[in-house]
């Protein structure tokens, strides 16, 4: 497991983002951490992350799996080009397609995992496959479709 989540090593314009951005005060922090097979991110969810009472909030859990899927992306073209992350050119992925399966209710109160990796890597477009735990117990998955924008 590296030390540096890929996100870390986005600066400037590329730092802003609500969903993972390290200079958005308000913004989720979604850090991926890659070790070449499985990107790896641990949340705790506050109380005002709540859908109802004790069941964490879906559209979060949404946005959870956007980011962590996309740093996921990003780190995976990285290691495929052979070189460190943040190196130039940047690389950098959007989000084309997330689908999300709520699988049971996400309990309040625990630590969350989500666990991702690639299902595919062709051209411009890197698919990511990603589930979201509590306490061992899958709560959720998803897919992304990330398209590489630069
Ligand atoms: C948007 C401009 C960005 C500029 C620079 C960005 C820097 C980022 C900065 C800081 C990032 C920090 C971290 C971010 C993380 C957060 C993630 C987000 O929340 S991202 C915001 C939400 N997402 C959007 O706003 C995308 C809006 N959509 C688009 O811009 C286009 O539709 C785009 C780029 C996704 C696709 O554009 P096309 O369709 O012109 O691209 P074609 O080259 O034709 O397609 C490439 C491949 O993608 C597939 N594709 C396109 N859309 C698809 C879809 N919806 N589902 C599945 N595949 C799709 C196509 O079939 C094609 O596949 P085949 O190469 O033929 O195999």
Known sequence: MPLTAIQDYFTGDHAICYGCGSDNAHGLQVRTYWDGQYGTFHFSPQDYH???????????????????????????????????????PLIMYVTANLNVNYLRPTPMGSELM?????????????????????????????????????
């Open 50 to 88: 709540t859908a109802f009472p004790g069941v964490v909030y879906g559209g979060l859990i949404a946005s959870l799996f956007d980011c962590h899927c996309i740093g996921t992306a990003v780190a995976a073209a990285y290691e495929k080009e052979g070189r460190p992350p943040g190196s130039d």
């Open 114 to 150: 989500l666990k991702s990796h690639i299902i595919e890597q062709k051209g411009k477009k890197t698919v990511v496959a990603c589930t979201l735990s509590a306490d061992d117990t899958p709560c959720a998955n998803a897919t992304v479709v990330g398209i590489r924008a630069t």
